[in-house]
């Protein structure tokens, strides 16, 4: 499979297009920006068949009714338990969906940020590394504002869900907070020498315009404090006596943050 990002609206925002490169079939991947998308489908000679919604928020459903408009029979997928605009398939926990004829698509309830935020596992037949679109849930270095859910439901999608995919598994998030996430992450490990890195290379990236997207699981376990949760010097930081309680403090620090 093929993985293409398109940025949309904002610099900060991705859609994705995952290609099944045996068929040129494609899932469009929170296509708010319509025509963008479309536009990348055609420069990869791609055919978008369906939608993948992580949640209702509008720079992510916002573009799935003029998708339906623009594209005769595609399909919307989207979280059962979330509003989601246009939405034509409903999916719940551990749904799986078909791409062309190698690439499959295992649906994953990460709530919190809503309460019906899916995020999407693919993984091809054909071997390879697989890749994990998480939304507003997980993202390099952080996670989500708790908007509609509470700290014990992001620590389960986070660092129960997420954290239990494999370790190579690409993370592919909605938008591009790395910089600002790595600069409070180091302020809650000021030693960790993997964020430091990772902050220095982010900085550079973000210096000539380059993503720091794709992360992958394994280096979100060792740089993203929302997954690290469950380490005792992380707790003593927060003076929390819970990796759930810690995960609160966590957020609501970032929240102060206004970022």
């Known amino acids: ?12 925002r991705y859609s994705y297009l995952i290609i099944d490169e045996s068929t040129r079939e494609a899932a ?3 296509p708010a920006d319509t025509e963008k998308v479309l536009q990348a ?3 990869n000679a791609a055919e978008i068949k369906i939608v993948l919604t992580t949640h209702h928020h509008h ?3 916002g573009g799935n009714e003029k998708m339906k408009e623009m594209v005769p029979g595609v399909r919307v997928y989207g979280g059962a338990l979330d509003d989601v605009e246009g939405c034509t398939h409903g999916v719940q926990d551990g749904d799986t969906i078909a791409l062309g004829a190698y690439t499959t698509i295992t649906c994953l309830l990460t709530p919190c940020h809503t309460n019906g935020h899916i995020s999407y596992f693919v993984s091809s037949k054909e071997g390879g590394q697989p890749a994990v679109f998480t939304g507003d849930t997980l993202f390099a270095g952080g996670c989500g504002k708790f908007f509609e859910g509470t700290a014990e439901q992001m620590y389960e999608s986070l660092c129960k869900t997420l954290a239990a995919l494999p370790k190579l598994t690409l993370v592919y998030c909605a938008h591009e907070y790395t910089v600002k ?4 992450g180091s302020t809650i490990e000021p030693d960790n020498v993997r964020v430091k890195e990772k902050l220095e290379w982010a900085r550079q990236q973000r210096k000539f315009n380059l993503p720091t997207i794709p992360s992958t699981i394994e280096d979100e376990l060792e740089t993203n404090p929302f997954l690290r949760v ?3 010097k ?3 930081k927060l003076e929390s006596k819970s990796p759930v309680e810690a995960l609160k403090k966590l957020r609501q620090l970032k929240d102060k ?3």
Do not use: G
């Open 230 to 232: 469950d380490l005792p």
């Open 28 to 30: 469009a991947v929170d």
């Open 234 to 236: 992380i707790q003593d």
């Open 59 to 61: 720079y992510h459903a």
């Open 41 to 43: 489908a055609d420069a």
């Open 181 to 184: 996430n790595l600069e409070f």
């Open 1 to 12: 499979m093929k993985i293409v990002p398109v940025q949309c609206f904002e610099d900060d």
């Open 257 to 259: 943050n206004l970022s």
